[in-house]
């Protein structure tokens, strides 16, 4: 090997590094959101009585966001302007680095919502999504079914 070829293969090889290292960073700071909905049945003696669906947003990533909006995609329509069901989910919040932000959504009322579309289909829940401050929107797979038996 000539020292004209390892000069040119040394040179490959180090642009092909700084490259790879470049890309590592620049993901290394990107914001991640991981987003998860679930539709949970609350049973009572058999029956279920009362549906909740569950959008549960964590910042997977190492920097502060904010979350400025949570919706469903139902049957092709996104619903945004929804009310959510707990308190705790006071909207837009700040998420740090592992940290979860759950809202609730009663069932019932989001399908109310959704009847009073132009148009309503068939009602099926898609998916969820959150917003952040910078309109980045970050989408749940398809969602997980669940139930939980309550005695009384």
Request: proline share 4%.
């Amino acid at each position: 090997m000539t020292l004209e070829s390892l000069s040119l293969l040394l040179a490959v090889y180090g642009a092909v590094l700084s490259t790879i290292l470049a890309i590592r960073e620049l993901r290394k700071d990107k914001r991640k959101v991981s987003v998860t909905c679930k539709i949970w049945g609350i049973v009572i003696g058999g029956n279920v009585t009362w549906k909740l669906i569950k959008v549960t947003a964590v910042n997977s990533g190492h920097r502060p966001i904010v979350i400025e909006s949570v919706g469903l995609n139902i049957s092709g329509h996104k619903l945004i302007d929804l009310k959510p069901k707990s308190e705790s989910a006071h909207l837009p919040k700040q998420i740090g680095d592992g940290e979860p932000i759950s809202i609730l959504f009663d069932y019932a009322e989001v399908e109310k919502v959704f009847r009073k579309l132009e148009k309503p289909s068939n009602f099926a829940c898609k998916l969820a999504f959150v917003c952040d401050a910078e309109g980045t929107e970050y989408k749940s797979g398809k969602p997980e079914f669940g139930s939980e038996e309550l005695t009384l």
